[in-house]
């Protein structure tokens, strides 16, 4: 689906055809990725319940957040006995689909939005209307440019009483990525960074990445050796659709060495060499998985399991996820 506005004469009543001032302020919030369809939403004639649109499933942004957003109808009230009216099938901020009627009038305008209504499309309602077809529909769904940032975590979040952290999104498990928005030719690009103290001097540190419940790539690291100095740790990897049911995942991972003793900076954290010729370097990696990505909603996680000790500690300073 796309935003769009009928030439005169396509759509059921002229006054489809008219840019509003509504058009405009959809257009602005969804070109900045504030307001936006990620991905399908589409609506079309339902034909029976006669006064309903269908939508299709897809996500959006809403205030920046992402929801996905699953197939089902949409409710027209009752139409006007004598004026026509302009109403708009949106997604609100909780991720919900709506309808906000518009006034009946001879010219009718379209509603006001409520905050961070996705709207969806337009539905041209006669007066004694009672069946919705495709010409009174007219879609208003705008797309962000690329990348698009749909998911993004800027405070601190610390972890030193878990064997396993989600480093992604520790409140949710993971971000979930809608079902239908990462298919082929798509790619999910994340970065991540944060700080670690190693101190116990027991357990074995892993990395593991998982889309969808299936394990892409886990790699368990030697020993650490005890030390009160933190490190400092770098993800960058892109997750590339090369089919619905199939990803490639790429990346690198950057981290202050602990199966040495830490060397304390100046200032910050993490030591550039492990000695006075020798500098850390990005470590590259990759991986990857069958999942259907069309079929169901699919949580993309990102853990490091440590020592249960209180001596261990992972922050997450940032962590961010964009959609190419």
């Known amino acids: 689906m796309g935003f769009t506005i009928p030439d005169r ?22 070109l900045s990725g504030v307001d936006c369809v990620l991905s399908g939403c589409a609506c079309t004639a339902q034909g029976s319940p006669d006064m309903t649109v269908a939508v299709a499933k897809g996500a959006v942004l809403s205030n920046g957040v992402m929801f996905p957003v699953t ?38 305008k379209p509603p006001n939005r409520t905050a961070n209504d996705v709207v969806l499309a337009y539905v041209f309602v006669p007066a004694n209307d009672t069946t919705i077809s495709t010409a009174q529909i007219v879609d208003k769904g705008i797309s962000p440019p690329s990348p698009t940032l749909i998911y993004k ?16 999104n520790k409140a949710n498990n993971g971000v979930t990525i809608p079902s239908g928005m990462f298919k082929a030719g798509r790619i999910l690009r994340v970065r991540m960074g944060g700080n670690m103290l190693l101190n116990s001097g027991t357990g074995v540190n892993q990395l593991s990445i998982r889309f969808g419940g ?9 020993a650490q050796v005890a030390s009160a100095t933190r490190g400092a740790w770098h993800i960058d990897f892109d997750l590339t659709g090369q089919g619905n049911s199939d990803q490639s995942l790429n990346g690198s991972i950057e981290y202050t060495d ?23 370097a990005p470590t590259a990696f990759s991986g990857a998985s069958a999942v259907d990505a069309d079929a169901a909603d699919r949580l993309l996680s990102v853990l490091w399991t440590m020592a249960s000790n209180s001596a261990n500690e992972t922050v997450v300073e940032y962590a961010t996820v964009e959609l190419l």
């Open 153 to 168: 975590a800027t405070n601190a979040v610390t972890t030193n009483t878990a064997a396993t952290v989600e480093l992604l």
């Open 71 to 108: 197939a089902g109808n949409a409710t027209i009230t009752t139409a006007n006995a004598t004026n026509p009216r302009i109403d708009a099938v949106v997604v609100n901020s909780s991720g919900a689909k709506a309808v906000r009627a518009g006034t009946a009038a001879a010219a009718p």
């Open 258 to 280: 602990f199966q040495t003793a830490r060397s304390s900076v100046g200032t910050g954290i993490g030591a550039i060499s492990v000695n006075t010729v020798t500098a850390e």
């Open 214 to 222: 299936t394990t892409m790539y886990n790699f368990s690291f030697a």
């Open 9 to 30: 004469g396509e759509g059921q009543n002229d006054v489809q055809s008219i840019l509003f001032q509504e058009d405009l302020e959809i257009m602005i919030s969804g």
